[in-house]
């Protein structure tokens, strides 16, 4: 069911692309009080690219609530380097075509399986997403709608629940008490299986519990923290981008003959070009959040100039980056022959996802397993409406033989 606040956020993404395109023009840099936006591509990736003055501390403290210290809540601390090379060790990149071949797999069962419709979040992107990490993490949830809660209930209170609201909060301390305790009881088995020397999967977790920390390992609570940090960073993001790239194409009939073409011909580069470009047009998310660490000057020297108070929360509008025709060509323009770099949906700088790679390949691989068959349509009526609960597209059908 969707909720009146996720109407009205919808409502709200949709109307916002004609906004910001008259503040880029009128007043690129907007102050009102505390809070702050960037909206200029070449300030968008100033701000982001300065982390020593633009910092994610506030993601901190609600990290250290759900588990403990991870990466996105981390400045470029000594902390933040260390659990950034561990998990790099673990989480490779010679692991993503066995990703990506594990996503198109899975997806390809559940269209097979669907029969002549499918709900492409319940049926296809929650479940296979689920499915990819519990294999190569090794850390399955107890059934997926628990992993997907926990996830979801997560990620909203530390990325979107910026006012704080106790709701949502103490949503989030519930989910992460039972994921810890979840984790928490994972990693010791898998300890106690690698000590008594038995045979087990090459998994992250494995990778993970292998390295001492004296070799730049994790212990044990600190993989918990990170295990806890990358699900409910993957699950709510890949599901969220899915929906709505497949929204975007369903409303584009020529894109989606040409993204269908090109599944159908094993294009996967030029699916993935499809997919990026739809997900421009409508994003997982339009913004993302700095704090002002010490009073900093926005674009100096150039008559948008703007002084940023120390404290202040500076929204940094990476849609509307994505528009401005100073940084990317015919911007109002569906284009799949655009550079890589036009794109920020993983952001930019320090903090640029850590699933870059992985989302590259994951979210076209379960695009193709949709597009690759006969053309697909919306369903008539309420299934085939995009459905959304709080922040997160729960339902979208579609007709796969109409
Ligand atoms: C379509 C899917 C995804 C989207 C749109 C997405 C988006 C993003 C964005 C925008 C950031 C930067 C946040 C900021 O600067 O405030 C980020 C960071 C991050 N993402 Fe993703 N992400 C996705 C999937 C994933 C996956 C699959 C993983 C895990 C493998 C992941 C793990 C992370 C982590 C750990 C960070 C923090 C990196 C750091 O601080 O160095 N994300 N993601």
């Known amino acids: 069911m969707a909720s009146p606040a996720s109407g009205i956020l919808q409502t709200v993404t949709d109307h916002l692309r004609p906004v910001l395109t008259v503040l880029r023009r009128v007043r690129p840099i907007v102050v009102v009080g505390n809070n702050a936006m960037v909206t200029r591509a070449d300030d968008v990736r100033a701000v982001l690219g300065d982390h020593e003055h633009f ?75 689920d499915g990819v990490i519990a294999a190569y993490f090794g850390t399955p ?37 039972e994921m810890r305790e979840h984790l928490d009881r994972l990693i010791a088995e898998r300890r106690a299986q690698i000590e008594a020397g038995e045979d ?42 899915f929906a709505m790239v497949v929204e975007e ?20 580069e030029l699916v993935a070009a499809y997919v990026f470009e739809a997900l421009r047009f409508r994003p997982q998310t339009w913004a993302l959040l ?21 404290g202040a929360r500076v929204l940094v509008a990476t849609q509307s980056a994505m528009f401005d025709p100073r940084a990317v060509e015919a911007p109002g323009q569906f284009r799949v022959d655009r550079p890589w770099s036009t794109y920020l949906h993983f952001g930019d700088g320090l903090h640029t996802c850590f699933g870059l790679q992985i989302n590259r390949v994951h979210l076209p691989a379960l695009a193709t397993a949709l597009l690759e068959g006969a053309p697909i349509a919306r369903l008539p009526g309420a299934s085939g409406r995009l459905r959304t609960e709080g922040p997160y597209p729960t339902a979208l059908g579609v007709a796969l033989r109409p």
């Open 55 to 129: 910092t994610v501390s506030h993601y901190a403290p609600k990290m250290a609530a759900a588990s403990g210290p991870f990466i996105l809540g981390l400045d470029d601390t000594e902390l933040y380097r260390r659990d950034h090379a561990a998990l790099r060790a673990a989480i490779r990149a010679e692991d993503v075509p066995a990703l990506a071949d594990a996503t198109l797999a899975a997806a390809r069962e559940r269209v097979a399986a669907a029969g002549s419709r499918i709900d492409v979040v319940s049926q296809l992107a929650d479940p296979v997403i």
């Open 141 to 177: 949830g107890p059934d997926t709608p628990t992993q997907l809660r926990w996830a979801r209930d997560i990620f909203q209170d530390v990325f979107l629940n910026v006012g704080n609201g106790a709701v949502v909060h103490d949503r989030a301390l519930a989910a992460a008490s």
């Open 200 to 241: 087990v999967a090459d998994d992250v977790l494995t990778r993970l519990l292998r390295t001492p920390p004296e070799d730049g390992g994790l212990h044990d609570i600190a993989i918990r923290h990170n295990f806890l940090g990358l699900i409910a960073g993957w699950i709510p993001t890949v599901s969220k981008a």
């Open 249 to 268: 194409l369903l409303r584009r009939p020529r894109e989606l003959a040409g993204a269908q073409r090109a599944a159908r011909d094993g294009d996967h």
């Open 290 to 310: 700095r704090i002002c660490g010490t009073e900093q000057v926005i674009a100096p020297g150039t008559r948008r100039a703007t002084r940023i108070r120390a």
